[in-house]
């Protein structure tokens, strides 16, 4: 039965190879979304982001139930927003933990993608 448990160890990925894989699923994801033209959109940080936001936010940012829309807001508002959220100044459940995991640029990055959706 050891043997067993050897063999089928020895086949499972380390986390660190399963951690890639996920990157590469992700950058995958931002590479594969297409523009409104039926192109293929030009990789950015902000389709990197922006694809992680869609979890929730609904397939490009179109709103989600009660999560709200963030396609074509204006990306003054969704940066507002955004800072507003990593500075504790706006109360939100989990949306303040995820702000403050990006710099202002990356926020710009996301809040100009969004806006052009």
């Known amino acids: 039965m050891s043997n067993n448990r050897e063999a089928a160890s020895s086949r ?12 590469g699923l992700t950058l995958f994801a931002g590479v594969t979304f297409a ?17 992680t936001c869609m979890g929730c936010h609904g397939f490009e940012g179109k709103g989600s139930g009660n999560i709200p829309r963030l396609a074509g807001l204006p990306k003054e508002v969704i940066a507002g927003k955004m800072l507003a959220y990593k500075s504790d100044a706006q ?27």
Not at 12 to 23: E, I, Q, Y
């Open 12 to 23: 499972r990925l380390p986390a660190r190879s399963l951690a890639a894989v996920g990157l």
């Open 35 to 51: 523009d409104g033209h039926g192109g293929a959109m030009e990789l950015s940080n902000g389709s990197i982001i922006g694809s």
């Open 91 to 117: 109360e939100g459940t989990v949306m303040n933990r995820i702000a403050k995991g990006y710099s202002d640029e990356e926020i710009q990055a996301v809040s100009e993608f969004f806006a052009n959706q």
